[in-house]
């Protein structure tokens, strides 16, 4: 019911085009402008009063949908990768899932993270003799350089990243 009177009242506002004074500002040629983006393009200025703010989408995680998609954006990536194995169901994963990510975006495009739900792709699991979850493997040229399993600490985390960046 609010919702109604809400939207009632401002399609009747916008229909007018006479906004109650002292609630918006007039409309003026310099809230016009064309949109100018700040250097790092994090912010874009409609007007001298109005700026919207935005964040970059990350590129550097993503979900495995299948084993084709796995073969194409892990086994054949130039980019070395951190394949997280990893369940809906399991705790462990679900604390170095975040902080894996974090340690990733920080090499700055220098290695990508892959996920890979094991009851969704449980043939990618036994493929690569996934046991348990969590279970993170480094791949570099499509080979499995390095493993681990279980919870590591960020300083651990950043180690074995530098160690698949070389």
């Not at 604390?95 to 890979?116: N, T």
């Amino acid at each position: 019911m609010a919702q109604r009177l809400l939207l009632r009242r401002f399609l009747a506002l916008a229909i007018s085009r006479n906004p109650p004074q002292g609630r918006w500002a007039p409309l003026t040629s310099g809230a016009l402008q064309s949109p100018q983006c700040h250097p790092g393009g994090l912010a874009a200025t409609l007007s001298p009063a109005r700026t919207v703010h935005t964040t970059r989408v990350c590129t550097t995680t993503f979900n495995i949908q299948d084993g084709p998609d796995f073969q194409d954006r892990v086994v054949n990536s130039d980019t070395p990768v951190v394949v997280d194995f990893h369940a809906q169901w399991c705790g462990p994963c679900k604390i170095l899932g975040p902080r894996l990510e974090k340690m990733v975006a920080k090499q700055h495009g220098k290695v990508v993270m892959a996920k890979v739900d094991i009851d969704d792709h449980t043939d990618l699991a036994i493929e690569y003799e996934v046991s348990a979850v969590p279970t993170v493997l480094a791949m570099k040229n499509g080979d499995v350089v390095d493993k681990f399993v279980g919870i590591k600490d960020e300083d651990q985390l950043e180690a074995f990243l530098k160690k698949l960046i070389g």
